[in-house]
T-cell receptor, first 114, second 112 residues
Framework: EAEVAQSPRYKITEKSQAVAFWCDPI?????LYWYRQILGQGPELLVQ????????DSQLPKDRFSAERLKGVDSTLKIQPAELGDSAMYLC????????????FGQGTRLTVV | GQQLNQSPQSMFIQEGEDVSMNCTSS?????WLWYKQEPGEGPVLLIA?????ELTSNGRLTAQFGITRKDSFLNISASIPSDVGIYFC????????????FGAGTQVVVTP
């Protein structure tokens, strides 16, 4: 069954260190999303890609976060430097096309900043 | 921030009971989705709704797209222990292709 792959599943890092998350969307899905989910809340969109282009990164804290999808397939989300408030679940999702709302999520990366 | 108001926040029910939850907003949405999330996992898509008034079922789950386009409802009939989890509504605004806004979730606990 096709699924969104994310790694690592868990990451513990010290504040001020750099951390990176990887996502491989469902094959053939043109649109890729990174969401952040704080405990007890729903996911919030950080960045949206259509193929290799950023469609929306208005909610991405660009002073410390960066995201790329160089070949329009897999994607990397980076945080540098990490802060205590960045502790959260980072979820990647993909959809067939930008006009298709049905998004399928990966298992997420649980980040703890100490 | 989140614009969707999801209620109730949590529900404790006995196995076999029906469950109802809803999501409301002051904004008009063109798509409503319902997801289920279990601890430590990503959300899993349950139902997608695209038209006002639409009623869609997936097994024991039934969801409706409100007539006003500002709300949606999810019902679970004859609950079983594996229904435990957090249920999220998500809506797509008319001018925001692919960008979903999520509610805060309804935690469902089923006791035997």
């Amino acid at each position: 069954e096709a699924e969104v792959a994310q790694s690592p599943r868990y990451k513990i890092t010290e504040k001020s260190q750099a951390v990176a998350f990887w996502c491989d969307p469902i094959s053939g899905h043109a649109t890729l999303y990174w969401y952040r989910q704080i405990l007890g809340q729903g996911p919030e969109l950080l960045v949206q890609f259509q193929d290799e282009s950023v469609v929306d990164d208005s909610q991405l804290p660009k002073d410390r976060f960066s995201a790329e999808r160089l070949k329009g397939v897999d994607s990397t989300l980076k945080i540098q430097p990490a802060e205590l408030g960045d502790s959260a679940m980072y979820l990647c999702a993909s959809s067939l096309a930008i006009e298709v709302a049905e998004a399928f999520f990966g298992q997420g990366t649980r980040l703890t900043v100490v | 921030g989140q614009q969707l108001n999801q209620s109730p926040q949590s529900m404790f029910i006995q196995e076999g009971e029906d469950v109802s939850m809803n999501c409301t907003s002051s904004s008009i949405f063109n798509t409503w989705l319902w997801y289920k999330q279990e601890p430590g996992e990503g959300p899993v898509l349950l139902i997608a709704l695209y038209k006002a008034g639409e009623l869609t079922s997936n097994g024991r789950l039934t969801a409706q797209f409100g007539i006003t386009r500002k709300d949606s409802f999810l019902n679970i009939s004859a609950s079983i222990p594996s229904d435990v989890g957090i249920y999220f509504c998500a809506g797509q605004l008319g001018d925001s292709w692919g960008k979903l806004q999520f509610g805060a979730g309804t935690q469902v606990v089923v006791t035997p």
